[in-house]
């Protein structure tokens, strides 16, 4: 499967962004889906993940109550949507996929994917 993020861009502390990945090859239901992102200097980390059956969802800490990640299994498409946008926001975000079966943990790893978009910057001014 081939994946394609977008919607990224600069926005205001406060603001909000939708960002959008869409996949091509397969029926995206059938996998599990995950959003990262990854700061100038620091490590990828996981912000937000669906389950392969879409009955799971994972955010990370400090995107709890601010992030929303959805899917449309009719576009293929899976969606994070961003409110309240902090400076500490400001990363590249990436989506990924994956079609094993895996632990629920593994979903919160970049080990857990096999399937990766390009990524999307996202700039949060104070």
């Known amino acids: 499967v081939q994946l394609q993020a977008c919607g990224g861009g600069l926005v205001q502390a406060g603001g909000s962004l939708r960002l959008s990945c869409a996949a091509s090859?397969?029926?995206?239901?059938?996998?599990?889906t995950g959003w990262f992102r990854q700061a100038p200097g620091k490590e990828r980390e996981a912000v937000a993940a669906f389950s392969r059956t879409g009955g799971r969802t994972y955010y990370a800490d400090s995107v709890k109550g601010r992030f929303t990640i959805s899917r449309d299994n009719a576009k293929n498409t899976v969606y994070l949507q961003m409110n309240s946008l902090k400076p500490e926001d400001t990363a590249v975000y990436y989506c990924?996929?994956?079609?094993?079966?895996?632990?629920?943990?593994?979903?919160?790893?970049?080990?857990?994917?096999?399937?990766w978009g390009q990524g999307t910057l996202v700039t949060v001014s104070s």
């Open positions: 990924a996929a994956d079609d094993r079966a895996r632990s629920w943990y593994s979903r919160t790893v970049i080990s857990g994917y096999d399937y």
């Open positions: 090859g397969r029926a995206f239901s059938s996998y599990a």
